[in-house]
């Protein structure tokens, strides 16, 4: 029986979220432990870039590709989430947002890939994704200047997915929304 909200553990450094009858685990891609040839979610985009880029990507210092597992099978993907740095036009932020802000690019984090397997959809696992890229980049925000979380959204029903969480779209007409990361 799945809780209505997982329940962050802190008992290992990679813990995600923790069920009585499940331990799910996110940690960083590493493709000789990881099956991305085992991964699909239905969307050939996404599924091409797990197999074919996020590891090339991640030497080559574009993006960090993190994956949701089972403790009990690791090397089975049941999603992933890819991070990079990124900015944001200040006039594509939202006016309330704006404010006190100079007049300067916003400093941001992409979350330019979010997926889960078709085998492991509808589990809440783009929930645990969401929250854990979110506790990750407010991690950084500490280190690092970072005002916004932007995502683009490859359709409407993704960015629907997106706003639920307090995602904002940006005011130019895409699919880019953006989670502030702190206080305005």
Same mark, same amino acid.
């Given at each position: ?9 802190? &008992?290992?450094?990679? =813990?995600?979220? $923790? ?5 799910? !685990? ?12 085992? #991964?699909? $979610? ?7 870039? =797990?197999?074919?880029?996020?590891? %090339? ?7 960090? &590709?993190? /994956?949701? /597992? ?9 999603? *992933?989430?890819? =991070?990079? @740095?990124? +900015? ?5 932020? %939202? ?8 007049? *300067?690019?916003?400093? @941001? ?6 997926? !889960?397997?078709?085998?492991? +959809? /509808? ?10 890229? !979110? ?12 005002? /916004?979380?932007? !995502? ?5 029903? @993704?960015? $629907? #997915? *997106?706003?639920?969480?307090? #995602? ?6 895409? +699919?880019? =929304? ?7």
């Amino acid at each position: 029986m799945r809780p209505s909200s997982p329940t962050p553990s802190s &008992t290992r450094p990679s =813990l995600a979220w $923790c069920r009585p009858d499940l331990v799910l !685990v996110v940690e960083q891609l590493r493709p000789k432990r990881h099956d991305r040839d085992g #991964f699909a $979610c239905g969307e050939p985009t996404l599924d091409t870039y =797990l197999r074919q880029q996020a590891a %090339q990507h991640h030497r080559a210092g574009i993006s960090t &590709t993190h /994956v949701l /597992v089972d403790d009990t099978g690791p090397a089975r993907i049941l999603g *992933y989430y890819s =991070l990079s @740095a990124a +900015q944001l036009l200040l006039t594509e932020l %939202q006016e309330a947002d704006r404010k006190r802000l100079p007049n *300067y690019p916003v400093p @941001a984090i992409r979350m330019g890939r979010l997926a !889960v397997s078709t085998s492991a +959809q /509808v589990k809440g696992h783009g929930d645990t994704l969401v929250a854990h890229a !979110v506790a990750r980049c407010l991690g950084l925000r500490a280190q690092l200047s970072v005002r /916004v979380l932007l !995502v683009d959204a490859l359709h409407e029903k @993704a960015a $629907c #997915f *997106y706003r639920a969480y307090g #995602f904002r779209d940006t005011s130019a007409d895409t +699919q880019s =929304l953006y989670l502030p990361l702190g206080p305005p």
